[in-house]
């Protein structure tokens, strides 16, 4: 089968789904692993589609469909657990923080380990994590959205409203200029409450995020603290400094 030919097929499977793994290329094609390897290499160069662990993810600027907090735990990886390591050096004694829901996060709790702080939270990664470390954390009920394992809604809200925090970590599915995405009005309204009950507001995100798109903006860039985010590439992340101080690890 020639080159072009393993391209269009490949990009039909990433149309039907939104990851797919090196097998099921493999499989589908009936080609190498290593030939199906370089291409999804030469695709990402293209501009096509991007890699993951263990396979690729179309490259389109506005999802048709959300990824679920599983599909995102194979994305990103190094990334999200340098943005981790910068992010918990911000957490000092004595602080109330809120801690959003995601992946990177999730990554921040695991090396969350300070018994002198008190987290507040509506995911329920982000509190297992916790509470293996044996950290004082409070889950936020409500009504679970089983695609991101946050809690939101009318419980969500009131227990909220009346919190306050030292510091509110959170993350996003994009940012394109001053504006911060998400994928449901329900999640981005509930992180902006708790947003706006917090001094110092901190972004977590690896540089996929920057230039995509996504269903609600629930907040702008200017008014968060700062934006933790990997360097690469370089000329990604300096397009949020127009907005808001950016510490890149």
Not at 52 to 71: C, I
Not at 114 to 137: D, G, M, S, Y
């Given at each position: 089968?020639l080159k072009n030919e393993r391209w269009k097929i490949i990009q039909e499977m990433l149309s039907q789904k939104d990851i797919v793994t090196v097998s099921d290329i493999v499989e589908r ?145 994009g940012i394109v200029d001053n504006k911060v995405m998400t994928a449901t009005l329900a999640e ?62």
């Amino acid at each position: 089968m020639l080159k072009n030919e393993r391209w269009k097929i490949i990009q039909e499977m990433l149309s039907q789904k939104d990851i797919v793994t090196v097998s099921d290329i493999v499989e589908r094609l009936d080609v190498s692993d290593m030939t199906v390897r370089r291409d999804l290499n030469e695709l990402e160069k293209n501009g096509i589609l991007k890699r993951v662990h263990g396979g690729a993810v179309g490259n389109d600027r506005y999802p048709h469909q959300e990824l679920s907090h599983k599909d995102k735990q194979i994305m990103h990886m190094a990334e999200k657990e340098k943005v981790a390591e910068q992010a918990v050096t911000l957490v000092e004694d004595n602080d109330i923080i809120f801690m959003g829901p995601g992946t990177t996060l999730e990554a921040m709790a695991t090396k969350l380990k300070n018994p002198n702080i008190v987290v507040v939270t509506n995911c329920l990664p982000v509190f297992q994590k916790l509470i293996a470390n044996e950290v004082k954390t409070y889950l936020l009920g409500g009504e679970i959205r089983l695609k991101t394992e946050a809690f939101n809604g009318e419980i969500t809200m009131n227990s909220l409203k009346n919190m306050h925090f030292h510091k509110a970590f959170f993350s996003c599915n994009g940012i394109v200029d001053n504006k911060v995405m998400t994928a449901t009005l329900a999640e981005g309204i509930t992180q902006e409450l708790a947003l706006e009950n917090a001094t110092e507001r901190y972004l977590l995100i690896d540089s996929s995020k920057i230039g995509q798109k996504d269903f609600y903006e629930f907040y702008n860039l200017a008014d968060v603290t700062s934006v933790i985010c990997d360097k690469d590439p370089k000329e990604k992340y300096q397009k949020l400094m127009a907005y808001v101080d950016v510490m890149c690890q």
